[in-house]
């Protein structure tokens, strides 16, 4: 599991990550959430030692930072853009990390063996790294960071530059490895930490600004609910009189399409929609709820940093 | 050891697997045929003199050739991020490289040892002599190369850190060329702490002591730098 305990990183002066502190379970996958330059890579690059805390602390599998050998030793790291030695082949990479992390001559071939069938790589075992897409490249970087079956994963947006068909075994993957290991990966695809993910952790400007499950946080950060409605022909009485109940009225852009926000959450803001409707004897040909999304989550918790 | 013997291992899959390494050793053998070859028939001197006293210059320019992708390339290309969450110690890291360099160059010497033998058909060739000065070779080498380890240590681009070990190596041959012009004072400093006149002493045949441990000293100052340098990446 991952214990981190008020975690800062200065550069110079300017703080990357100010006091973080989080946990994660064993047997849980956490997303990391956050706008460029929020401080995800350096969050993991601190857990993974590559780079010592300013202040404050973390244990990793039990390990304390300082022991960061111990660390190393107990995690699989994929770091932002997959390094690796691109003049090698893929099996001899492998092997060379393998032996790096002091898998036995025995194991060796066959854990890379099973990971190669695992991430899909028996065609281009022997082939150059350079010779390789990125995706395949992304492939490498995440058989050579479980290749000694780590108890903890950190991977650093593990799908980038992945086709949809890999996009969706590598989820699969990681959400089969975080039934049994403590997993850690940051992503920019919202949808794909919906899906992977069993809780999620929005940090901006370093700082952490929410942690829950998505669920959670959608309830956290709602404010009102929103509906959406067209009529079949103008429903503009209907959103008179839906006025006077508070209920703001936005345009969707199609011909009587509307979205009805409500600031109140407990209102039952369909059926009173569905009783003007009828009151000014308009039609309503369709209408939805729609529900407070991560992507909702998102925006509004870093909304001043613009994108993600 | 088992790390510093893998990434030993890495390093000579990635010259064999390049053409920097072939292109290296290639050019190495030719210009050192060159200068043994040049004594022997230009001037008719069949002894290996002459091409020893040319070695530091020819080691001059290819141990920072050798050296300079070393760690320079781990940085620029981001696989420095990799090797440090590796669970490794950074000595090892540097020893480990130093180790895959130092091999390389003992394959090199070795290839040379065709020309002694080839003079021992032609006469009879001084043995002791000749075994000296190729450890003396060996151990200048080794110096030259933590000094080229070091330029790599210092810069992401391999260029710059041939450039810089090239520059730190000319200086020393340059002071070391320059030894009756200094202050008298200077030159008793000069030459206790030169490796080149360190090397030239072993050349004579005598491998004394002091020679060995100021080349041996050399070799650990700069293998402790560029470990210094390697460790203080974090921190900056």
Known sequence: MIQAERLTRLFGRTPAVRELSFHVHRGEVMGLLGPNGAGKSTTMKMLTCFLPPSSGQARVNGHSLDDSLAVRRSIGYLPENAPMYIDLDVQTHLRFVGRMQGLPQGTLADRIAEMARVCGLEQVLRRRIDELSKGYRQRVGLAASMLHDPACLILDEPTTGLDPNQISEIRQLIRRLGESKTVLLSSHVLAEVEAVCDRVMIIDRGQLRAIGTAEELARQAGDGQTLYVRFLDDGRSVLEMLATDGVEAEATGEVNGWWLHCPDADMPLAERTFRAAVAKDVVIVEMHARKTSLEDVFHRLTASRGSA | ?236
């Open chain 2, 1 to 236: 050891m088992r790390v510093v013997w893998a990434l030993a291992w890495k390093e000579w899959r990635i010259m064999l697997d390049t053409p920097l390494g072939y292109v290296v050793a290639t050019a190495f053998l030719l210009v050192s045929g060159f200068f043994f070859g040049k004594n022997l028939f230009l001037f008719g001197q069949a002894e290996m003199r002459g091409y020893f006293e040319l070695l530091p210059l020819l080691l001059l320019f290819f141990a920072p050739a050798m050296a300079m992708r070393m760690l320079a390339e781990e940085r620029h290309d981001g696989s420095d991020e990799l090797l440090a969450t590796l669970p490794t110690r950074n000595w090892e890291i540097m020893l480990g490289k130093y180790v895959a360099l130092l091999g390389q160059m003992l394959l090199l010497l070795l290839a040379t040892c065709l020309y002694p033998l080839s003079l021992s058909l032609l006469g009879t060739i001084d043995v002791g002599q000749i075994a000296a000065s190729y450890l003396a070779a060996l151990l200048l080498a080794a110096c030259y190369l933590a000094i080229g380890l070091y330029a790599s240590s210092l810069t992401k681009r391999t260029i710059v850190a041939y450039v810089l070990g090239l520059g730190m190596l000319l200086g020393m041959y340059l002071l070391d060329a320059a030894l009756s012009t200094l202050p008298p004072e200077w030159q008793d400093v000069v030459a206790l702490l030169s490796p080149i006149m360190h090397y030239r002493y072993m050349l004579r045949g005598v491998v004394g002591l002091e020679h060995v441990v100021l080349l041996l000293a050399w070799t650990w100052v700069f293998l402790s730098l560029s470990w210094f340098q390697w460790e203080r990446r974090a921190w900056q």
